[in-house]
């Protein structure tokens, strides 16, 4: 509680010094929601028709598939599904990507490989650790004006690629209420620069460091793995979530947006998303909709004491 308090301090202390004039988003994103009622379907079909229905076009294009890859425990559900990401290896190789690669830096374990092979990625993507990247330990380039540090160090894989896919698996999160597409791009910052679990981004502010990391990558696409997501003390200690759902889009705030009414949480509520306003929709009215209807499938996932007011009413769930 005192470190949550203390982040949450640092946090509105930097958003207060950092407040400029910003516009509110005022385009239309497509976010695609499609029903996968299990890891044995045909996913890359459904991620195809997610793509299709986002107009995302991939031909010749670097792509890194950034899945969310942190502890492994077998009762729950933590990362994102191996089978999801190897069948997006399939579906953007088909498209005609001029390659794609899998990365991932987690902040919890040193050991990344190690927490893949746990995950059953060694099994699962052939040839494996030929298409990986460790970002905790790649090469990195400083870039500037990230919050308030006047050099900030990015492995420089995600820096060079045409398209990062964010692929997070569905979950809450006891200090940002839920973790999404626009939180897992955590997992794109250093270990090896910043150390294990990654304090620097604590010590900016969490909602700070989404929004920055979410300014610096902007060409992005996201693939949410909400087929077992995770409810309750997430992103680690928390119950299995049963949703048999995928959500796509480009503008990754809106495909956060989405999600959350699908979990029963309000956006309006959630600090990083009303901090990201200017970068993409909130607003159903902004975002149009494709597949499912986020209030037809809305599937109210348990929130910890501290986030219980951030409960969706109905009526908010559909406006």
Same mark, same amino acid.
């Given at each position: 509680m005192?470190?949550?308090?203390?982040?949450?301090? =640092?946090?509105?202390?930097?958003?207060? %010094?950092?407040k400029t004039?910003?516009k509110i988003?005022s385009?239309?994103s497509?976010?695609?929601? =499609?029903?996968a009622?299990?890891?044995?379907i045909d996913?890359?079909?459904?991620?195809?028709?997610?793509?299709r229905? %986002?107009?995302?076009?991939?031909?010749?294009k670097?792509?890194l598939? $950034?899945?969310?890859?942190v502890?492994?425990?077998?009762?729950?559900?933590?990362n994102?599904?191996?089978?999801?990401v190897?069948?997006?290896?399939?579906?953007?190789?088909?498209?005609?990507?001029?390659?794609v690669?899998i990365a991932e830096?987690?902040?919890?374990?040193?050991?990344t490989?190690?927490v893949?092979?746990?995950?059953? *990625?060694?099994?699962?993507v052939r040839?494996?650790?030929?298409?990986?990247?460790?970002?905790?330990?790649?090469?990195?380039t400083?870039?500037?004006?990230?919050?308030n540090? $006047?050099q900030?160090f990015?492995?420089?894989?995600?820096l060079g690629a045409?398209?990062?896919?964010?692929?997070?698996k569905?979950?809450?999160h006891?200090w940002a209420a839920?973790?999404l597409?626009? $939180?897992?791009?955590?997992?794109?910052v250093?270990?090896?620069?910043?150390?294990?679990? $990654?304090?620097?981004?604590h *010590?900016?502010?969490?909602d700070?460091?989404i929004?920055?990391?979410?300014?610096?990558?902007r060409?992005?696409f996201a693939?949410v793995d909400g087929i077992v997501g995770?409810?309750? #003390?997430g992103p680690i200690?928390?119950?299995?979530?049963?949703?048999?759902?995928?959500v796509?889009?480009?503008?990754?705030?809106a495909?956060?947006s989405? %999600? %959350?009414?699908?979990?029963?949480?309000d956006?309006a509520k959630?600090?990083?998303?009303?901090q990201?306003?200017?970068?993409g929709a909130?607003a159903?009215?902004?975002?149009?909709? !494709?597949?499912? #209807?986020p209030h037809?499938?809305r599937?109210?996932f348990?929130?910890?004491?501290e986030?219980?007011?951030? !409960?969706?009413?109905?009526?908010?769930?559909?406006?």
């Amino acid at each position: 509680m005192v470190r949550r308090a203390l982040t949450a301090a =640092l946090a509105a202390g930097l958003a207060s %010094c950092q407040k400029t004039e910003r516009k509110i988003f005022s385009g239309s994103s497509p976010v695609a929601v =499609l029903r996968a009622k299990s890891y044995q379907i045909d996913l890359t079909n459904t991620i195809l028709e997610g793509i299709r229905l %986002c107009g995302l076009d991939v031909k010749g294009k670097t792509v890194l598939l $950034k899945p969310n890859l942190v502890e492994f425990d077998a009762s729950t559900a933590i990362n994102t599904d191996v089978a999801l990401v190897a069948a997006a290896l399939e579906a953007f190789r088909s498209l005609g990507a001029a390659s794609v690669t899998i990365a991932e830096g987690p902040g919890h374990r040193r050991d990344t490989l190690g927490v893949a092979d746990e995950a059953g *990625y060694w099994k699962g993507v052939r040839n494996f650790e030929g298409q990986f990247v460790d970002l905790n330990r790649d090469d990195v380039t400083p870039v500037s004006n990230f919050v308030n540090e $006047k050099q900030f160090f990015l492995p420089n894989t995600a820096l060079g690629a045409d398209l990062i896919v964010s692929m997070p698996k569905m979950k809450t999160h006891h200090w940002a209420a839920a973790t999404l597409s626009m $939180k897992n791009l955590f997992g794109l910052v250093p270990g090896s620069v910043y150390g294990w679990p $990654k304090n620097t981004l604590h *010590y900016i502010g969490i909602d700070n460091s989404i929004v920055a990391l979410n300014r610096q990558f902007r060409k992005t696409f996201a693939i949410v793995d909400g087929i077992v997501g995770m409810e309750g #003390n997430g992103p680690i200690q928390g119950q299995a979530k049963n949703v048999g759902l995928l959500v796509f889009g480009q503008d990754l705030v809106a495909v956060d947006s989405t %999600c %959350c009414r699908i979990m029963g949480i309000d956006p309006a509520k959630v600090a990083y998303l009303q901090q990201a306003a200017d970068l993409g929709a909130i607003a159903p009215g902004q975002i149009q909709q !494709r597949g499912e #209807n986020p209030h037809a499938v809305r599937n109210d996932f348990q929130l910890i004491s501290e986030f219980a007011a951030y !409960r969706l009413s109905p009526e908010g769930a559909k406006a």
